[in-house]
């Protein structure tokens, strides 16, 4: 009877194995079959581009480069760090931009999606502190868009950048060598502290001057008609024009009026010609003001004063030691000497340089501009 038992229990057991592992072969079977029918079996998983570098570099940003709706090929830009060396309060190490493309491969295959580098014309690196890159239609000649790259400082101010066109000399071969001559070009890259913009086929570079009055020197470059900044090589154009102006934006005129620096107050007063007589007396002394109500104020330009177009300061001089103070508390008289360029309205010709100069004496504790004269 135990005999039986025993035996039993084997041909049970034997059943159930054999049954367990068919209800595995049927699991195994039907997966494919479930996959087909768009049953989740699994998170989805995605290829992430910040997890395939080596352990030396490190992946910092990834972001798509292409218009969702336009019919462009997948673009992934990824931002890296290499030669990273971490001090006791921050880390230093240059940052580094590689493109993805998804713009090569057989008709009904998957894509091959081959790195391109984002290479400056004198350096291997974008930049070392807070690297911005935007696709933006940049350059008529090209069509866009190009790829613009800005490298900002501490302050949050842009101090380079750089443009980047997608050089592909077979654009309807659907399979080529990827390193072929195709490339990221760099048509222009800039260099400024004081800021650089890129705009639709013209870049801005403000230079700082490091004086008194926060003023800086304004370069304005074009490209060629081919669409690049450059000469040959990395040689970028000169620039087109240049002026002075206030370094970081327009100042209120309070704040200008209260300067104990007069040429602050002849930039501000050549910046605001053009505009109403009421936004210019403040710069100007009591007799100043009233030539300018009996139309025979002199600026420099064969015009009235609240006419014309912008009037551009190419270049200003001052002479700290005629304020140097005497006997007095403080100086009471200064002079500002400039070169000014005034535009027209509408139309007309632009006027060449003009030299002119401006004495300026202390009412109420703040610099007028009192006499005008031609140097």
Same mark, same amino acid.
């Given at each position: 009877?135990?005999?039986?038992?025993?035996?039993?229990?084997?041909?049970?057991?034997?059943?159930?194995?054999?049954?367990?592992?068919?209800?595995?072969?049927?699991?195994?079977?039907?997966?494919?079959?479930?996959?087909?029918?768009?049953?989740?079996?699994?998170?989805? /998983? !995605? *290829?992430?581009?910040?997890?395939?570098?080596?352990?030396?570099?490190?992946? /910092?940003?990834?972001?798509?480069?292409?218009?969702?709706?336009?019919?462009?090929?997948?673009?992934? =830009?990824? *931002?890296?760090?290499?030669? /990273?060396?971490?001090?006791?309060?921050?880390?230093?190490?240059?940052?580094?931009?590689?493109?993805?493309?998804?713009?090569?491969? /057989? !008709?009904?295959?998957?894509?091959?999606?081959? #790195?391109?580098? *984002?290479?400056?014309?004198?350096?291997?690196?974008?930049?070392?502190?807070?690297?911005?890159?935007?696709?933006?239609?940049?350059?008529?000649?090209? %069509?866009?868009?190009?790829?613009?790259?800005?490298?900002?400082?501490?302050?949050?101010?842009?101090? +380079?950048?750089?443009?980047?066109?997608?050089?592909?000399?077979?654009?309807?071969?659907?399979?080529?060598?990827?390193?072929?001559?195709?490339? @990221?070009? &760099?048509? %222009?890259?800039?260099?400024?502290?004081?800021?650089?913009?890129?705009?639709?086929?013209?870049?801005?570079?403000?230079?700082?001057?490091?004086?008194?009055?926060? *003023?800086?020197?304004?370069?304005?470059?074009?490209?060629?008609?081919?669409?690049?900044?450059?000469?040959?090589?990395?040689?970028?154009? #000169? !620039?087109?024009?240049?002026?002075?102006?206030?370094?970081?934006?327009?100042?209120?005129?309070?704040?200008?009026?209260?300067?104990?620096? #007069?040429?602050?107050?002849?930039?501000?007063?050549?910046?605001?010609? %053009?505009?109403?007589?009421?936004? =210019?007396?403040?710069?100007?002394?009591?007799?100043?003001?009233?030539?300018?109500?009996?139309?025979?104020?002199?600026?420099? &330009?064969?015009?009235?004063?609240?006419? $014309? $177009?912008?009037?551009?300061?190419?270049?200003?001089? @001052?002479?700290?030691?005629?304020?140097?103070?005497?006997?007095?508390?403080?100086?009471?008289?200064?002079?500002? +000497?400039?070169?000014?360029? &005034?535009?027209?309205?509408?139309?007309?010709?632009?006027?060449?340089?003009?030299?002119? $100069?401006?004495?300026?004496?202390? +009412?109420?504790?703040?610099?007028?501009?009192?006499?005008? @004269?031609? #140097?």
């Amino acid at each position: 009877m135990k005999a039986n038992q025993t035996r039993t229990r084997k041909i049970r057991g034997g059943q159930k194995q054999r049954l367990l592992w068919l209800a595995l072969a049927i699991v195994v079977l039907l997966l494919p079959a479930c996959r087909r029918r768009g049953a989740v079996v699994s998170p989805q /998983i !995605s *290829l992430n581009l910040d997890q395939i570098f080596p352990s030396s570099l490190k992946a /910092i940003q990834v972001q798509r480069l292409d218009d969702p709706v336009a019919d462009d090929p997948p673009q992934w =830009l990824v *931002l890296y760090e290499y030669d /990273i060396y971490e001090g006791a309060t921050q880390q230093f190490s240059p940052i580094a931009g590689v493109v993805y493309r998804a713009d090569r491969g /057989i !008709s009904n295959h998957p894509p091959v999606i081959y #790195p391109y580098p *984002l290479r400056l014309p004198d350096r291997d690196y974008l930049g070392t502190g807070e690297v911005v890159v935007k696709a933006a239609d940049v350059l008529s000649a090209w %069509g866009g868009p190009e790829v613009v790259v800005e490298n900002k400082n501490t302050d949050g101010f842009v101090t +380079e950048a750089a443009v980047f066109f997608w050089n592909d000399p077979y654009p309807t071969e659907t399979w080529h060598d990827p390193e072929y001559h195709r490339s @990221y070009v &760099c048509l %222009g890259f800039f260099r400024a502290d004081g800021g650089v913009e890129v705009k639709y086929d013209e870049t801005i570079a403000i230079e700082l001057q490091g004086d008194r009055s926060q *003023l800086a020197r304004f370069h304005k470059y074009k490209p060629d008609n081919e669409g690049s900044y450059f000469i040959s090589g990395a040689q970028l154009r #000169p !620039s087109v024009d240049s002026w002075i102006d206030f370094a970081f934006g327009a100042i209120p005129v309070d704040k200008v009026l209260d300067s104990p620096y #007069p040429e602050k107050i002849a930039m501000a007063f050549y910046d605001a010609l %053009g505009g109403p007589t009421d936004t =210019l007396k403040p710069f100007l002394s009591i007799d100043a003001q009233n030539k300018l109500d009996r139309g025979l104020l002199e600026f420099g &330009c064969d015009r009235s004063p609240d006419k $014309g $177009g912008k009037v551009t300061v190419r270049q200003i001089s @001052y002479f700290p030691g005629i304020e140097a103070q005497t006997k007095e508390e403080e100086a009471r008289q200064s002079l500002v +000497e400039l070169k000014i360029r &005034c535009e027209p309205q509408a139309g007309g010709t632009v006027s060449g340089d003009v030299s002119v $100069g401006w004495f300026l004496k202390r +009412e109420g504790g703040q610099w007028k501009m009192d006499r005008f @004269y031609k #140097p």
